[in-house]
């Protein structure tokens, strides 16, 4: 998956550094993220995946829109499912950002995974 994201190595570099320094921040920023994902609502998980998808691409991360894809494919999303995800996003965000995520997509697919 990294070998397709742009400046991956530094994303990761700067991560470990941020851990490394700031591991008590580190730690209550992922246990924020888990417990609003999985306590947050009554939304299910492949929603809940599936809007992650659409915020990562209209704010064109696309280091996290990856990771989203990959896990809402792991928990059962379609790849239907997620295309058409995709192309909701381009009457609010616009047809570029669809566009570039469905290029990322596309090449998760590819790489079969």
Same mark, same amino acid.
């Not at 397709?4 to 209550?28: A, C, M, P, R, T």
């Not at 990562?56 to 295309?83: F, P, V, W």
């Not at 965000?93 to 090449?107: N, V």
């Given at each position: /998956? !990294?070998?397709?994201?742009?400046?991956?190595d530094?994303? %990761? $570099?700067?991560? $470990?550094?941020?851990?490394?320094?700031? *591991?008590?921040?580190?730690?209550?920023?992922? @246990?924020?993220?888990? =417990?609003?994902?999985?306590?947050?609502?009554?939304? !299910?998980? $492949? @929603?809940?995946w =599936?809007i992650?998808?659409? =915020?990562?691409? !209209?704010?064109?991360?696309?280091?996290? &829109?990856? @990771?989203?894809?990959l896990?809402?494919l792991?928990?059962?999303? @379609?790849?239907? %499912?997620?295309?058409?995800?995709? &192309? &909701?996003?381009a009457?609010?965000? *616009?047809?570029p950002? /669809?566009?570039?995520?469905?290029?990322i997509?596309?090449?998760?697919?590819?790489? *079969? $995974?």
């Amino acid at each position: /998956m !990294d070998e397709y994201i742009e400046n991956s190595d530094v994303i %990761e $570099k700067n991560l $470990k550094y941020f851990i490394e320094n700031h *591991g008590e921040i580190y730690d209550s920023y992922e @246990t924020f993220g888990r =417990l609003v994902h999985e306590k947050g609502g009554p939304l !299910d998980e $492949k @929603t809940r995946w =599936l809007i992650k998808i659409a =915020l990562s691409t !209209d704010c064109q991360n696309e280091y996290s &829109l990856r @990771t989203h894809i990959l896990k809402a494919l792991k928990c059962g999303c @379609t790849k239907e %499912e997620i295309e058409h995800t995709l &192309l &909701l996003v381009a009457p609010t965000s *616009g047809f570029p950002k /669809m566009m570039r995520g469905l290029l990322i997509f596309r090449e998760i697919i590819d790489q *079969g $995974k």
